[in-house]
């Protein structure tokens, strides 16, 4: 438990500065931003902070240095391996970026806006809209989670394979850095190759270098015209196959390419009842694959002659092609309702893999059958963004178990795909980050180099270790 001599030190220190409203200290309203989102972890803070501009950023960080308390930075708090959630809670203040969210500009001139951190994803997407502009970013989580956390995650999602992760869409940043200084690099330059890009040790930090207060994105004109498709194959081997045709016949016009197994739909029929079916859901596994484009463009068309090709040749054996924006939306519904599914079938383990595009099918196969070999009662799910050599290859565990059979179940699966992983020389970590979830799993990875360089940047920068400590490296203490 944190003293409440230093949480009075710290409204003492803030409160005139920042105002009552900016710093939440009593258990019951800290809580949600003290639980993670699968609510499997609840920790504690001396504080929550939660500053309305940059400069409060700045009275905040160089409050909490002269305490001698370390910063949990935290957007949307839809991060899924505990990187916004306290571990020492006696020393730690998360600081919110929730009162930050304006939309300081959208510029369809220069394709770019200028955002604040706490500005949720969705509201950035429909700011850029509102001026026929598009922010590809996109996620289950869009409605919740925010831009500073998408930065500081370098988030992925399902339009990654045409537009890039967060990072490709960055053109700018604002940091409030640990002395409390501030990095002031919101340009909007396309190209700019003056030396080391500095923006770039911030992202996918996941709060361990600074605090993102605002950003610079890069903007695309809105696709207006999509066409979304559901596709029955028989194998992944065939899913990888349709997706090089897919490329190369729809000029990567293509936006997502997701594949999911058929049990995908039962699971999102447990979260969601009142979906209907939209195919029969016999086949071994499923795409659900979408073109857009703007302008001149007829994706309508492209998709449809595409898909005849693809059916005529045995790739297809089953499709569905969405005739409006709302059976597109009923097709994503099962995609997104899997998830909420899943965590209704109780405490499992999520992985977040990325490995060579064409080696997907084996790794797969492969990992799958060591689960089965030393966790036979469990089921493995496997989906995600195939386009990216991204999957998330989970694993439920049956019901009736206890708590602590359950986490066996997961411990166990987790040591078996890690080793197949390896083989394929894979990554533990392809979207989420590494938190502290995924701490151990990443330090034990690393090289001598590696680690050594990891090291070096956060001392240089943050050599008090006041910066989201514990999180992706466990560095200790200097002072
Ligand atoms: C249903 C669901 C679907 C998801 N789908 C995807 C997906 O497809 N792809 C994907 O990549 N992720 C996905 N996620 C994970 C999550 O949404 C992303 O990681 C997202 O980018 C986190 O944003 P956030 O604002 O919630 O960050 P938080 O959870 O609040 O924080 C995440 C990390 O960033 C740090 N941080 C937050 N804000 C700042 C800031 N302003 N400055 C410095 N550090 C900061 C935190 O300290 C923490 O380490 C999903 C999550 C859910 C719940």
New binding site residues.
């Given amino acids: 438990m944190h003293s409440s001599h230093t949480t009075a030190d710290l409204q003492a220190a803030l409160r005139a500065r920042l105002g009552d409203a900016a710093i939440v200290t009593e258990a019951t309203a800290m809580l949600p931003y003290c639980r993670d989102?699968h609510g499997d972890v609840t920790s504690d803070a001396v504080a929550v902070i939660r500053p309305r501009s940059t400069a409060e950023v700045c009275d905040a960080v160089q409050a909490c240095r002269n305490l001698g308390l370390s910063i949990?930075?935290?957007?949307?708090?839809?991060?899924?391996v505990l990187?916004?959630i306290p571990d020492r809670p006696e020393r730690e203040v998360i600081l919110s970026?929730e009162r930050m969210k304006a939309v300081r500009s959208v510029d369809p001139d220069d394709f770019s806006m200028v955002v604040e951190?706490g500005c949720i994803l969705a509201e950035a997407k429909e700011a850029a809209a509102s001026k026929g502009m598009f922010f590809p970013l996109a996620?289950?989580?869009q409605g919740?989670?925010?831009i500073?956390?998408?930065?500081?995650?370098n988030?992925?999602?399902?339009n990654v394979l045409r537009y890039g992760m967060t990072r490709e869409l960055v053109l700018g940043l604002e940091v409030v850095l640990p002395d409390g200084t501030v990095l002031d690099s919101l340009s909007t330059l396309r190209k700019d190759n003056r030396g080391i890009d500095l923006k770039q040790l911030?992202i996918g930090?996941?709060?361990t270098l600074?605090?993102?207060?605002a950003a610079t994105l890069k903007l695309t004109p809105f696709p207006d015209r999509v066409a979304t498709a559901l596709l029955g194959l028989n194998s992944l081997e065939d899913v990888m196959r349709l997706y090089r045709r897919a490329r190369r016949d729809c000029c990567d016009l293509m936006s997502a390419f997701e594949f999911m197994p058929p049990i995908a739909f039962a699971l999102a029929r447990e979260a969601m009842p009142d979906l209907t079916m939209p195919i029969s859901g016999d086949c071994p596994v499923y795409v659900l694959m979408e073109i857009s484009g703007s302008g001149l463009v007829d994706v309508d068309d492209l998709m449809q002659r595409f898909l005849e090709n693809v059916l005529d040749d045995g790739l297809v054996i089953d499709g569905v092609l969405a005739a409006s924006a709302t059976q597109a939306r009923n097709l994503w519904l099962f995609r997104?309702g899997m998830?909420e599914g899943q965590a209704r079938r109780g405490t499992h383990l999520r992985t977040d893999i990325s490995v060579q595009l064409s080696r997907l099918p084996d790794f797969v196969r492969e990992a799958e059958a060591a689960v089965a070999a030393a966790a036979p009662d469990c089921v493995c799910v496997s989906y995600g963004?195939v386009g990216d050599g991204n999957v998330h290859l989970n694993v439920l565990p049956p019901s009736g178990l206890s708590s602590v059979e359950r986490s066996n179940r997961i411990h166990t699966a987790k040591k078996e795909i890690n080793a197949v992983l390896d083989r394929y020389h894979g990554s533990i970590s392809a979207?989420?980050?590494i938190?502290r979830l995924k701490r151990a799993d990443f330090e034990e990875r690393l090289s001598d180099v590696q680690r050594h360089l990891l090291t070096a940047i956060k001392t240089a920068i943050d050599p008090a270790m006041i910066m989201?400590p514990g999180?992706q490296l466990n560095l200790g203490e200097l002072s």
Wanted: aromatic fraction near 4%; proline fraction near 2%; hydrophobic fraction near 30%.
């Fill in positions: 989102w949990v930075p935290q957007g949307g708090n839809t991060g899924l990187g916004a970026l951190a996620l289950g989580a919740s989670c925010r500073g956390g998408n930065i500081s995650t988030a992925g999602g399902i911030f930090a996941e709060g600074g605090i993102v207060t997104e998830n963004h979207e989420h980050g938190g989201n999180c």
